[in-house]
């Protein structure tokens, strides 16, 4: 019975992302045109998010662990650990002041109706490509000189093995920081893991925590920040999972 229950819930996902993408895809598609538009095309995606995310009965509560504030004149890297699709809409949930740029796979292109709308608001990459990986830089520093931020889980996908609390990070979000001198705005989310995973017969509405672990400034070692990152990360799900 759980089973049928949870097919249900996730055939009312695919049912609202069509009702919304549909709706609220016009506006965003036509306003990414152009580039200064784009704040306006970001209020139709967050509201997006918001209906994704309310609409699957999931709320949050955000904790701050750290006294430090987000300059909203500036363009920030934000990263995430990563367990969930909701992953994505919560981080546009979370940054109201902050128009963000989404680094990801190519693949969701072929998407219908979605796919359309994704590649005109995200920087794609395609991970076996060497090219498209180093070109991603290029883009995402456009984005950012557009007045944009960038949004990466830096462990590059959600890993099969689900006791992995937290996969090896990648280094494209640090070496974007370093490169560009922007700063990283480190989050945690706890719960989403449980709540909503990619196993489609699991999952139940419910309310997850999110962390605000900080600011970390740009500096000359990418690989120091990453460690730093990953560290601070890891030491938050350890102490703060139930």
């Not at 509560?61 to 987000?70: A, C, P, Y």
């Not at 489609?200 to 460690?227: A, H």
Request: aromatic share 14%; charged share 25%.
């Amino acid at each position: 019975m759980t089973k049928i229950l949870n097919y249900l819930w996730r055939f009312w996902l695919l049912l609202l992302a069509f009702v919304l993408t549909v709706t609220l895809g016009i506006p965003v598609y036509i306003l990414s045109f152009s580039k200064k538009h784009y704040k306006y095309a970001y209020r139709f995606i967050r509201i997006w998010c918001f209906g994704m995310f309310y609409g699957m009965g999931l709320r949050y509560d955000l904790i701050n662990l750290s006294d430090q504030k987000k300059d909203k004149s500036k363009p920030y890297v934000f990263i995430s650990n990563h367990t969930s699709i909701m992953d994505i809409m919560l981080t546009c949930i979370l940054m109201p002041n902050h128009p963000i740029c989404f680094v990801g796979k190519k693949e969701l292109v072929k998407i219908p109706i979605f796919g359309t709308i994704y590649k005109r608001i995200c920087v794609m990459v395609d991970r076996s490509s060497a090219r498209s990986r180093a070109d991603v830089y290029r883009r995402c520093a456009e984005k950012m000189e557009e007045g944009n931020s960038i949004a990466i889980f830096p462990e590059g996908g959600v890993p099969d093995d689900t006791s992995i609390i937290l996969d090896e990070f990648k280094d494209g979000a640090f070496t974007l920081a370093s490169k560009h001198n922007s700063p990283i705005a480190v989050y945690t989310f706890i719960g989403l893991k449980e709540i909503f995973p990619f196993d489609n017969t699991k999952g139940y509405p419910g309310r997850v925590k999110v962390y605000f672990n900080g600011i970390m400034e740009p500096s000359d070692s990418p690989r120091d920040l990453k460690t730093e990152a990953y560290k601070e990360i890891k030491k938050t799900l350890l102490e703060r999972s139930i």
